[in-house]
C-alpha cells in the first residue's frame, strides 16, 4: 500500500525514523521517475538533528504531516467505498493518466481484480475509457459528485 510520496526536497519518513530510533530499514521504496538523493550515515543525522534547529524543525514538521496523511489514509480506507476513493484519486490527476490497475489498487490499499471491476463500471457509465495502461477521463462531473458522495 502507498504511504506517501517523496517530493524534490523532502526527505524519507521511514528512514528518519530507523534513524532517530536506531532500528533497521524495514520497510521498501519504489522510484517513479529517474532521481538523485542524499543518503547520509547515523551519526551526520544525528549530529544534524543535534546542532542544527532548521533541520531538527524540518524532521519534526515531516513528522507530524506524514502522520496527518496516515490519519486521512485510515479514516478514508475505514470509512469510504473503494468506488470513492477511486473516483477522487481519479479525479485528481487530470483528464489523461498512465498508470497501471495494480498501482491504483497499491496506492488505494486494495487489490488489482477490486479496482479493475470499479473502472469497468465506470467505464459502463461512460465516465471513462480504459485502454492498456492509461485511462481517459470523460466525464469528470461524474467522477467529482461520487468523490464527494453526492452520486
Same mark, same amino acid.
Given at each position: 500500500?502507498?504511504?506517501? %510520496?517523496?517530493?524534490?526536497?523532502?526527505?524519507?519518513?521511514?528512514?528518519?525514523? !530507523?534513524?532517530? *530510533?536506531?532500528? &533497521?530499514?524495514?520497510? *521498501?521504496?519504489?522510484?517513479?521517475?529517474?532521481?538523485?538523493?542524499?543518503? $547520509?550515515?547515523?551519526? !551526520?543525522?544525528?549530529?544534524?538533528?543535534?546542532?542544527?534547529?532548521?533541520?531538527?524543525? &524540518?524532521?519534526?514538521?515531516?513528522?507530524?504531516?506524514?502522520? @496527518? #496523511?496516515? $490519519?486521512?489514509? =485510515?479514516?478514508?480506507?475505514?470509512?469510504? %467505498? /473503494?468506488?470513492?476513493?477511486?473516483? %477522487? +484519486?481519479?479525479?485528481?490527476?487530470?483528464?489523461? =493518466?498512465?498508470?497501471?490497475?495494480?498501482?491504483? @489498487?497499491?496506492?488505494? *490499499?486494495?487489490?488489482?481484480? =477490486?479496482?479493475?471491476?470499479? +473502472?469497468?463500471?465506470?467505464? #459502463?457509465? *461512460?465516465? /471513462?475509457?480504459?485502454? %492498456?495502461?492509461?485511462?481517459? =477521463?470523460?466525464?469528470?462531473? @461524474? /467522477?467529482?459528485?461520487?468523490?464527494?458522495?453526492?452520486?
Amino acid at each position: 500500500m502507498l504511504l506517501y %510520496r517523496i517530493e524534490p526536497g523532502q526527505f524519507c519518513l521511514m528512514t528518519s525514523s !530507523c534513524l532517530l *530510533g536506531q532500528t &533497521a530499514y524495514t520497510a *521498501g521504496g519504489i522510484a517513479a521517475t529517474n532521481c538523485e538523493f542524499v543518503v $547520509m550515515s547515523p551519526a !551526520c543525522f544525528d549530529l544534524l538533528v543535534h546542532q542544527h534547529t532548521d533541520f531538527r524543525v &524540518a524532521v519534526f514538521r515531516l513528522f507530524s504531516d506524514r502522520l @496527518a #496523511d496516515l $490519519m486521512q489514509l =485510515i479514516e478514508e480506507v475505514a470509512f469510504h %467505498r /473503494l468506488d470513492q476513493r477511486l473516483a %477522487r +484519486l481519479l479525479f485528481t490527476r487530470g483528464q489523461e =493518466i498512465y498508470t497501471s490497475h495494480q498501482s491504483l @489498487a497499491d496506492e488505494l *490499499g486494495s487489490v488489482r481484480v =477490486i479496482v479493475s471491476r470499479v +473502472l469497468g463500471n465506470f467505464e #459502463d457509465q *461512460g465516465w /471513462l475509457s480504459l485502454e %492498456r495502461g492509461h485511462i481517459r =477521463i470523460l466525464n469528470p462531473d @461524474a /467522477l467529482r459528485r461520487l468523490a464527494s458522495g453526492s452520486s
